[in-house]
């Protein structure tokens, strides 16, 4: 099932609505890439709280988009990763290094404005 | 009463059929929480490699029973080209492919009891068992 993906600010937000098999993740990847192109956004949030396993592929992919978007010039965040998920990741020993993560959304926006410092120039 | 399921493996799209299936038994045959995303975890990865390195096979889940102990059984078979190394093919980040290599040592990490037969020419058939205490 496609990844919904929706404009919020300057940022694109990706909302993971049910599991995704290997080419969903691929299609998000692609998606997003050109999403951020289209809108120019400078930041992405990528909602996987639904998801009950994040595996060696997902993982992979995850890092992959999150290094293409940087290299396109937006920051990615990571959100909604469960604490079963967490866990398996971790005895898996998958690490999603030099990729933001924040625990829900309202976080990963906060971390988006950080980053992107763009919250000074709004005036908030 | 649980009982055997099989799934069969053509594509990467079967990986997400036999992870839910295993979800289903695993929570059917009791195991909760963080237990029922390291079985799922780990049928992900053996059924991906299948259907990566040998197109096609199987994953048959059934529930294990070895005297008061109860568990879930997986066994992951395919009539692929086999694994020439399998010592090699164990060792974390080793991929012959484009994956993590993390796929079979991952897996076995995962559950209680891993074993691996491969025979070249002939397929790899991976047996691996989660129990409930």
């Not at chain 1, 988009?65 to 020993?93: D, K, N, Y």
């Not at chain 1, 690490?95 to 926006?109: P, R, V």
């Not at chain 2, 086999?82 to 080793?94: F, R, T």
Request: aromatic share 4%; net charge neutral.
């Amino acid at each position: 099932m496609r990844v919904p993906i929706l404009k919020q600010r300057d940022y694109v937000i990706a909302s993971v609505q049910s599991v995704l098999s290997d080419p969903d993740l691929l299609q998000l990847r692609d998606d997003l890439t050109e999403r951020i192109g289209r809108y120019r956004s400078r930041g992405v949030i990528i909602d996987v709280t639904v998801l009950d396993v994040i595996d060696s592929f997902a993982t992979r992919t995850l890092r992959t988009i999150a290094h293409m978007l940087r290299l396109r010039g937006a920051e990615t965040v990571i959100v909604g990763i469960q604490p079963e998920v967490a866990f398996t990741m971790v005895q898996l020993s998958l690490t999603l290094e030099g990729i933001g993560t924040a625990l829900d959304l309202e976080e990963g926006l906060a971390y988006l404005d950080e980053r992107t410092k763009r919250n000074l120039r709004r005036g908030k | 009463m649980a009982s055997e399921t099989r799934v069969a493996i053509a594509s990467v799209e079967d990986v997400v059929t036999a992870r839910q299936k295993g979800r289903s038994l695993a929570q059917e045959l009791g195991f909760e929480g963080a237990d029922v995303t390291l079985i799922t975890a780990a049928i992900s990865e053996v059924s991906r490699n299948i259907a990566e390195h040998a197109k096609r096979g199987e994953i048959i889940l059934r529930p294990e029973n070895h005297g008061a102990r109860r568990g879930l059984c997986v066994v992951a078979r395919d009539d692929g080209p086999g694994i020439a190394n399998l010592p090699q093919a164990m060792q974390y980040g080793y991929s012959s492919g484009s994956g993590l290599g993390v796929g079979l040592p991952g897996a076995k990490w995962l559950m209680d009891e891993f074993d691996i037969e491969s025979k070249l020419g002939a397929g790899t058939t991976v047996t691996m068992k989660k129990w409930l205490d």
